[in-house]
């Protein structure tokens, strides 16, 4: 019976742990949709405009996919480094003729959402900043997938 209190008291303290640590790649997988707020290259800051309808990302399996400007975008990813890293691989997208500000918004995402990423956040806001200097900010969606 000690044993099982000991147990719980200490399974309570890692999970308690793990939710003050912020989240990882196993919550985005968890979780599943994330709406693109925002993209950060170097000094520049590129904030999707409500225009750009569907600017999300889903995390499934090993995948990533979504849309960021007009095209579908996938690409393969791993968890490293306890969920603390997103290793992204190099993505391929579907060819449709987009409006100017998605063409550019999605020329910007699909030239930079590549390789190594640090995940740090909350339940309410996650941030991935790539080794490239490359930051994506993703908050969850409400919405399902279309």
Do not use: H, W
């Amino acid at each position: 019976m000690l044993r099982v209190l000991l147990f719980g008291l200490m399974y309570g303290v890692l999970n308690a742990g793990e939710n003050l640590l912020g989240v990882s790649a196993y919550t985005l997988a968890k979780v599943g949709r994330f709406e693109v707020e925002s993209m950060r290259l170097g000094e520049y800051e590129i904030v999707v405009p409500y225009e750009v309808e569907n600017a999300f990302l889903s995390f499934a399996g090993s995948q990533v996919s979504g849309i960021v400007g007009c095209n579908r975008f996938f690409a393969s990813y791993q968890a490293q480094g306890g969920g603390k890293v997103l290793v992204v691989g190099v993505g391929d997208s579907t060819r449709k003729m987009c409006a100017t500000i998605e063409s550019n918004i999605e020329a910007i995402f699909a030239k930079n959402f590549y390789g190594r990423f640090i995940v740090q956040g909350d339940d309410e806001l996650v941030e991935l900043v790539g080794d490239n200097g490359f930051r994506i900010k993703l908050v969850p969606s409400l919405e399902l997938e279309p």
